[in-house]
């Protein structure tokens, strides 16, 4: 027998060349307000299902379609999946909204628009990151790419490419400046300091990198490469260096889906690696693609270490110190835990939606405060640098009149540090 795969209608989303006289107009047909008003979307609530207003932006008529129908999914990856394999094309991959739902949209053999969203209560918590690509990747793509349009020119992101990495809809908001305004005021509000620490990390890791490839370093390797971009935006850089991206594959996957679409081209000089960091060896899938444990590495690690067992941590660094030359760096982020680490700033409410959003992603590592040197030490390696969150504020968030654009997320650390 086969399975009913359409529940219910989630949404219908009606693109309008005038969102304010849209909602105004619609408005009048509904018992209550909007349950969501924002420059990008507008949200009305009818029974079971909602009424979505999005705005036309410049696209040419009949370039889009204008009514889309979304329907109620169970899982949506499975869906998906089935709809391609059957003959439709994708319009959109699979995104995760500012409502905490997760869509996509298919056109079906007839040419019509059919979208699905899986709400995130209904999501399937036991869904691993080997069946979907990572919902945090695409999150920190958003924020860079919200951070490389900020008016503030002194802490403007410098990742120009993040934007490829994001749905069609995300690009149209990032090009107005009330929608990203009113994102990053939601961010400010849902998760205080995430999106100021996004910005620090990019512009440390950047600079790490950016010295790395300059000094002519052999071997760049990305531990959970994500939708990193920069082995393309320091593409004039990397003349003889050895890049390697490793990665889940769905993740990697859409990457590569989205450079091409993007007219972005991949440097010879870059290798793509598949890897599960929680069950494949690092030895096995590096040595296979090439890497050569007899030169120096940079090692960037970013975003990773918190979503791992302590053993595959453990694992991980043992591969870096055993299987590089003297010298090599490691360059990370990570979770630092301290009693009272839950009431400091924006710490209880970036867990909260780290919990609600990345479900296939649970925080699971932490390092103690004031413990990184010792815990780098054991395990083979001299920590050269390290930056608190008032650090970060002070290098990379400080205005020309000497004040701060903002906090940092509290309970972040970034470190660099060597082979021993």
């Not at 439709?88 to 699905?116: H, K």
């Not at 010298?327 to 839950?342: E, I, N, R």
Request: overall charge negative; some cysteine; aromatic content about 10%.
């Amino acid at each position: 027998m086969m399975m009913v795969m359409f529940k219910s209608l989630a949404a219908v989303s009606c693109r309008v060349p005038d969102l304010q006289k849209a909602k105004e107009w619609y408005g009048q047909f509904f018992d209550d307000p909007a349950v969501l008003d924002s420059p990008f979307v507008v949200v009305f609530r009818a029974g079971d299902s909602t009424l979505n207003l999005v705005p036309a932006g410049d696209s040419h008529p009949g370039s889009e379609e204008r009514v889309v129908a979304y329907w109620n999914v169970e899982d949506i990856d499975l869906a998906y999946r089935r709809l391609l394999d059957a003959g439709a094309t994708s319009q959109s991959e699979i995104t995760t909204t500012v409502m905490r739902t997760r869509v996509a949209r298919v056109a079906d053999p007839f040419g019509n628009a059919l979208g699905l969203m899986s709400r995130a209560a209904a999501a399937d918590k036991s869904k691993s990151l080997e069946d979907q690509p990572s919902d945090s990747a695409m999150g920190v793509a958003l924020s860079r790419a919200l951070a490389a349009g900020d008016e503030r020119e002194e802490i403007r992101g410098p990742d120009y490419l993040a934007e490829a990495f994001l749905s069609a809809d995300a690009r149209r908001s990032l090009k107005d400046a009330a929608a990203r305004e009113w994102i990053r005021k939601k961010l400010g509000t849902e998760a205080p300091g995430s999106y100021e620490y996004f910005i620090a990390r990019t512009g440390y890791i950047d600079a790490v990198v950016r010295r790395a490839l300059e000094e002519g370093t052999p071997q760049l390797v990305f531990l959970g490469a994500g939708y990193d971009s920069r082995s393309y935006r320091f593409r004039d850089l990397v003349r003889g260096t050895r890049i390697f991206e490793l990665d889940i594959e769905p993740t990697q996957q859409r990457k590569r889906r989205a450079l091409g679409q993007a007219g972005i081209a991949i440097p010879p000089q870059l290798t793509f690696v598949s890897i599960d960091f929680t069950r494949d060896r690092l030895e096995d899938v590096l040595e296979a693609s090439g890497y050569d444990k007899k030169k120096k590495a940079l090692f960037v690690w970013e975003g990773v270490m918190y979503y791992l067992p302590a053993e595959a941590v453990d694992r991980t660094l043992e591969f870096v110190r055993s299987n590089s030359a003297v010298g090599s760096v490691l360059c990370f982020d990570y979770l630092a835990a301290a009693p009272d680490m839950a009431d400091r700033y924006g710490v209880r409410e970036s867990r909260a939606i780290m919990r609600a959003m990345y479900r296939a992603e649970l925080v699971q590592f932490s390092i103690p405060e004031g413990a990184v040197e010792s815990f780098l030490s054991e395990r083979g390696f001299r920590l050269i640098d390290h930056l608190t969150p008032e650090e970060m504020e002070q290098r990379y968030l400080t205005l020309r009149d000497g004040t701060l654009a903002g906090k940092v997320l509290a309970c972040f650390r970034l470190a660099r540090a060597a082979v021993a």
